[in-house]
C-alpha cells in the first residue's frame, strides 16, 4: 500500500487519514463477499503488532478499532521498555528473558528512533536491611546478565554499579542527604511516547498491505469472521476471515467466553519538573514493606516528571478509559516522599492517568504478584485471544497469536519476519543524529520529521509551540490529521501529540486547534 505523493514531491509510507479509511474499507467490502486471511480487533499495541506480524508475513489483514488507535490502555503505561528486574525478583526469568530480548530489538532494529538509554538511581538508606540490599544488587547482577545474553552491549546500556552517596547525589541531587548510605545506578529503555510506539506499528503495517479501520466496532465475532459496524455511516456489514484473533486485551472477555483475567490498574502522577528539582535521571524509591516494588519519577520530554506505577486490581465492569483513584496518588506521593528533601504536595500535580493490565488469572494471587506472561487462547467456535504481557513484549505476543491462528486456520505457515523489520521512522543512531529538523521532532518521528516540518509548507509560525509549555507544533497536529489516522481533535490531543495528558494544557490550545483545523475536523457521531 504505501501513502500518497505530496504535490512536493514528499512521500508519506503507511499513511492513514480519513480518505484512506475509505479505500480500506471500500477495499475490502468490493466484490461478491467480503473476506481476508486475519481478521484483527483492537487497535492497542498488541492488534496493531498482530496487523503487522501477519501482514509482513504476506497475508491479508483487517484491523479494526472501536475508537481510537492506543485509546484504550496502551497510551497509558510508564513509557519504559524495561529488561524485567522486578520479574527476577518474583523468579519469572522466563518472562525477564523475554523481556531483555524485545528490548533489544526495539532499541537496536525497530524503534530506534522511539526507545532511548534511562539512567535511574536507587538510594539506599540507613535502617535499610542488609538482606535487601543483597536482594538489590543481585537482581541487577542478574538483570546484566540477561543484557548480554540479549546481545546488548555496554554502549548502549551500561552495567548497574554500586555507588557512594556523594554518586547519587551527583545524579538526583533532589534526594535527602541524610542518612543516604549510597545507592544503585542502573540502564534501562524509555519510550518517547507509547501512543507513538502504536501509531508506528499500525502505519508500518499499512505499508505491508494491512487495513487499518478505526471507528470501526466488531459487533458479532466467531472463528470465521465478525459483524463489523461502521461508526461513522451506521452502516454494517459482515467479514469472512480464515481466522479471527481477539486483541483487546482487558476487554477481551466481552466477546469471547472463557479467560480467566484478573485486570489490575496501574496509575501514575505528573509532576512540572521544577517540583523535583529538574532532575538529570529517573529516580526508583523502594515500597515499604515491599522486597522488589518501587515508585519510580521518570524525566520526560516537554520538562514533565512521571510518577508510577500502582498495581490495584480492577472492577470487572471496566471504563474504556480508567481514572485512578484519590488512594492511589496519595500512595504515589507519599513513598516518593519518603526520599526526597522537599515533600510533593498535591497542588504541584498537573495531571494523572491510569492504564489496565490484562493479566492472566492467577488464583488468591495479588495482582502485582501475578506473572506478566502472555498466552493464546483459542474459544470453541475458533477465536484466537491473546492476552497477558506486557508493552515491552509486544511483538513476540503478536507473532505467538499470529502462529496460533494461522495454523489453527490450515493457511500457509511462514515464520515471524518482524524482529528484523524497522518501523517507519527508525533508521540507525548515527543517521538520526544527522538529520536537518529540530531534535524534539527527531525524537518523536524519526526520520519522518523533516516530512512533519514539510506540513508547515514554509510558514515557521506552524513550527512554533501552540502555547507557552505546550512544544508540540501546528505541523505536528496537520501530520497527524493527514498520515496518522487521526479524525478529531481529541485524537490530535490525547494520542498525537499527548497534549491532553495536562488538562489545563488542552485547554489553552483547543481554540488554536479548532482555528487551525476546524475546517478539517468533521464532526463525529455523538456515542465517539
Not at 557512594?164 to 542502573?186: M, N, S
Not at 500535580?349 to 491510569?354: K, L, N, Q
Not at 494520542?495 to 475536523?521: C, I, M, Q
Request: aromatic share 4%; net charge neutral; proline share 6%.
Amino acid at each position: 500500500m504505501g501513502g500518497p505523493a505530496r504535490e512536493d514531491g514528499h512521500y508519506v509510507r503507511g499513511s492513514l487519514n480519513r480518505a484512506q479509511r475509505e479505500r480500506d474499507l471500500d477495499a475490502v467490502l468490493s466484490g461478491c463477499s467480503a473476506y481476508v486471511d486475519l481478521l484483527v480487533v483492537g487497535g492497542g499495541i498488541t492488534g496493531a503488532g498482530v496487523a503487522l506480524d501477519a501482514a509482513s508475513r504476506g497475508y491479508s489483514v483487517l484491523l479494526v478499532e472501536r475508537r481510537d488507535l492506543a485509546y484504550g490502555t496502551s497510551r497509558f503505561s510508564s513509557k519504559l521498555v524495561h529488561g524485567g528486574l522486578r520479574y527476577l525478583a518474583n523468579g519469572d526469568v522466563a518472562v525477564a528473558h523475554e523481556s531483555a530480548v524485545e528490548r533489544h530489538i526495539l532499541m537496536t532494529r525497530t524503534a530506534t528512533h522511539l526507545v532511548r538509554p534511562l539512567t535511574t538511581v536507587l538510594p539506599v538508606y540507613a535502617g535499610t536491611p542488609r538482606s535487601v540490599t543483597a536482594i538489590v544488587q543481585a537482581g541487577l547482577w542478574a538483570g546484566d546478565v540477561l543484557r548480554v545474553s540479549a546481545g546488548t552491549t555496554g554502549a548502549l546500556l551500561p552495567r548497574s554499579r554500586r555507588v557512594d552517596a556523594e554518586t547519587v547525589l551527583a545524579h538526583a541531587p533532589e534526594l535527602k542527604p541524610r542518612g543516604l548510605r549510597g545507592g544503585f545506578v542502573f540502564w534501562d529503555g524509555q519510550l518517547e511516547d507509547d501512543a507513538r510506539l502504536v501509531l508506528a506499528v499500525a502505519r508500518t503495517a499499512a505499508t505491508y498491505g494491512a487495513r487499518v479501520v478505526t471507528r470501526c466496532t466488531a459487533r458479532e465475532l466467531s472463528g470465521d469472521g465478525a459483524m463489523l459496524q461502521d461508526e461513522l455511516s451506521g452502516d454494517r456489514f459482515q467479514v469472512s476471515a480464515a481466522a479471527v484473533i481477539n486483541a483487546t486485551g482487558v476487554w477481551a472477555g466481552r466477546l469471547v467466553r472463557g479467560l480467566d483475567l484478573r485486570p489490575s490498574r496501574g496509575s501514575h502522577l505528573i509532576l512540572p519538573a521544577a517540583a523535583l528539582g529538574n532532575p538529570r535521571c529517573a529516580v526508583a524509591v523502594p515500597i515499604p514493606g515491599e522486597n522488589n516494588r518501587y515508585v519510580f519519577a521518570l524525566p520526560e520530554p516537554a520538562d514533565r516528571v512521571f510518577v508510577g506505577v500502582t498495581d490495584e486490581p480492577a472492577h470487572r465492569d471496566l471504563p474504556e478509559v480508567a481514572e485512578p483513584t484519590e488512594e492511589e496518588l496519595d500512595f504515589l506521593i507519599g513513598v516518593l516522599d519518603n526520599a526526597l528533601q522537599r515533600p510533593v504536595r498535591r497542588t504541584d500535580v498537573i495531571g494523572a492517568y491510569a492504564g489496565l493490565r490484562p493479566l492472566v488469572g492467577s488464583g488468591g494471587a495479588r495482582t502485582a504478584d501475578i506473572s506478566r506472561h502472555h498466552i493464546t487462547h483459542r474459544s470453541a467456535d475458533g477465536v484466537v485471544t491473546i492476552v497477558g504481557g506486557k508493552l515491552t513484549t509486544y511483538r513476540r505476543m503478536a507473532a505467538d497469536a499470529v502462529d496460533a491462528a494461522v495454523s489453527a486456520a490450515g493457511l500457509p505457515w511462514t515464520p515471524s519476519r518482524t524482529a528484523r523489520l524497522p518501523l517507519v521512522g527508525a533508521a540507525d543512531r548515527g543517521t538520526l543524529g544527522r538529520l536537518p529538523a529540530p531534535a524534539r521532532l527527531v525524537a518523536r518521528y524519526g526520520t519522518e520529521a523533516a516530512l512533519v516540518v514539510a506540513e508547515a509548507d514554509g510558514d515557521p509560525h506552524q513550527l512554533e509551540p501552540l502555547a507557552a509549555g505546550v512544544p508540540a507544533t501546528a505541523a505536528e497536529l496537520l501530520f497527524g490529521l493527514h498520515h496518522e489516522g487521526a479524525l478529531c481533535m481529541d485524537d490530535l490531543l490525547a494520542r498525537r501529540t499527548r497534549v491532553a495528558l495536562v488538562p489545563d494544557d488542552a485547554a489553552r490550545v483547543r481554540p488554536a486547534v479548532d482555528d487551525l483545523l476546524g475546517a478539517e475536523l468533521e464532526p463525529l457521531p455523538a456515542q465517539l
